[in-house]
């Protein structure tokens, strides 16, 4: 069986290797493992709780309707940090191709945790499609307005947490001449570095990148994540290095932010205003691609 569903979570095995598969909670439809040949690929907390009581610390988190604390829109600002589509349960939906194995996951107001809901009462529609190759994982998502009247806003982002050895040692590419907003500085800028480097926290949002600008982790030369993205304009790459970790009770151990960085495709820069009746979607592919440099055009 390629698939292995218990009340908390749903376990993915590719047919042609069973040392690769993906796991995901159904609180907050989080994958929380992805092994390729054995070898994991996402980093998690030792102090995650999967318990359904807050979410996940690593893995692939699923930020929705708003990214960060938005302090600008009347409804939107009434939802805790990252939204609610983490902090909800999500309905397994089934299989919808053998191979490579791929299922879905939705969810809904109706569904939705509701003491967000009540904060949030916009009606939507979101089903989550999760593919698993033999050496890559494909996450989308399709967001629906169901309203006849009104537009949905809201930003999306793929929370990703890739597991590296050493962050010391380790370099994020083919991001060079993007505009930037790092949230540490609290500036706007060009980033004309060749790489990004980690000397310190680091948590910038890089705008508006082009869909075929393939972000890679690099470490000693060698790609270690190649992460692509499809109708995804921005990127967020984060480490909380020292102090910031050491402000999150569930992050740990407290040298973990060694052990993985932040590369996350999303829609943060501005909202999408969903019109009635349509759709978008969207989608995240990680891999182990050769190593690409793309330079500043």
Request: proline content about 6%; aromatic content about 10%.
């Given at each position: ?217 690099v470490r000693h030369g060698k790609p ?74």
């Amino acid at each position: 069986m390629s698939i292995q569903e218990t009340d908390a979570k749903v376990i993915l095995t590719h047919p042609d290797n069973q040392n690769t598969s993906v796991t995901i909670l159904k609180y907050g439809a989080t994958v929380y493992s992805w092994k390729m040949d054995g070898e994991e690929q996402l980093w998690l907390s030792t102090g995650a709780l999967l318990d359904g009581s807050k979410p996940v610390r690593g893995g692939i988190p699923l930020v929705f309707p708003v990214f960060g604390k938005d302090e600008t829109d009347p409804q939107l600002s009434k939802l805790p940090q990252h939204g609610l589509a983490r902090n909800s349960t999500w309905e397994f939906l089934g299989q919808t191709k053998a191979n490579p194995p791929t299922i879905q996951f939705g969810l809904n107001k109706s569904i939705a945790n509701p003491e967000m809901t009540k904060l949030w009462p916009e009606e939507f529609n979101l089903i989550l499609t999760i593919e698993l190759g033999a050496e890559f994982l494909k996450t989308a998502i399709e967001v629906e307005n169901p309203s006849s009247f009104s537009f949905l806003k809201f930003n999306w982002l793929f929370h990703t947490y890739l597991k590296i050895a050493d962050i010391e040692d380790t370099m994020v590419s083919n991001l060079a001449g993007m505009k930037v907003h790092d949230k540490v500085l609290k500036e706007t800028f060009i980033d004309k570095h060749p790489v990004i480097q980690f000397q310190g926290e680091h948590d910038v949002v890089y705008e508006k990148v082009d869909d075929d600008r393939v972000v890679q982790v690099v470490r000693h030369g060698k790609p270690v994540h190649t992460v692509k993205r499809e109708n995804l304009q921005d990127v967020v790459v984060w480490n909380p290095w020292i102090e910031k970790s050491k402000g999150m009770g569930d992050f740990q151990p407290k040298s973990g932010y060694k052990e993985m960085v932040c590369v996350e495709p999303g829609h943060v820069s501005d909202f999408i205003d969903l019109a009635p009746g349509k759709v978008w979607k969207a989608a995240q592919i990680l891999s182990k691609d050769a190593l690409k440099y793309q330079a500043i055009q």
